[in-house]
């Protein structure tokens, strides 16, 4: 062997030992695969009438979202015009600057009430996203039986069959 291979062969088996400790330390770390736990019926309906209040609430969330959207831009607007009403105001004419100060002070309570609807739209968020995690950790590690999935499904289509009749034949 000449020289210089000892150098490489010395550098490619504490690799190689590097790498073999690593995949052993990291293997005594790892999680150890959880076994399969499968749901009973009950569990398999509550856990779709949560995920069915989670994604109404989502709707919700996204409405909201939508309508202080549309309020902002609104507001960023009348903000546009109460600067274009500024430059051309007649600092002689009192009306004019009462009129001003009365759509300035409307804007600034149109702000606040924005702001007011964004910090409630925030909590609502929040409390949205806690109970998703909360039903996600409760239902998320859960197998169902596919017989049990498919009776749940046909009593759940029942229910709301017998729903929407009973919503069609109301005045």
């Known amino acids: 062997m000449s020289m210089l291979r000892i150098p490489f062969l010395v550098a490619t088996l504490l690799a ?39 994604k109404q609430r989502r709707r919700a969330v996204e409405a909201a979202a939508a309508e202080h959207n549309r309020r902002f831009d609104a507001n ?21 600057i009462l009129a001003f100060n009365k759509a300035v002070q409307d804007h600034q ?23 998703k995690l909360a039903m996600d950790d409760k239902c998320g590690n859960l197998t169902y039986r596919p017989a049990d999935i498919d009776a749940v499904n046909k009593e759940r289509r029942k229910a709301a069959s017998v729903s929407a009749a009973t919503a069609a034949s109301a005045p």
């Open 16 to 54: 190689i030992a590097g790498t073999a400790g690593a995949a052993t330390a990291g293997a005594a770390t790892a999680k150890p695969a959880k076994a399969t736990v499968f749901g009973s019926r009950d569990q398999l309906r509550e856990c779709l009438d949560l995920d069915d209040g989670i």
């Open 76 to 96: 960023e607007a009348e903000d546009a015009q109460l600067a274009e009403a500024k430059a051309r105001l007649d600092r002689n004419d009192k009306n004019a």
């Open 109 to 131: 309570q149109h702000t606040r009430e924005i702001n007011e609807q964004a910090d409630a739209a925030d909590a609502m968020n929040k409390s949205y996203e806690a109970d």
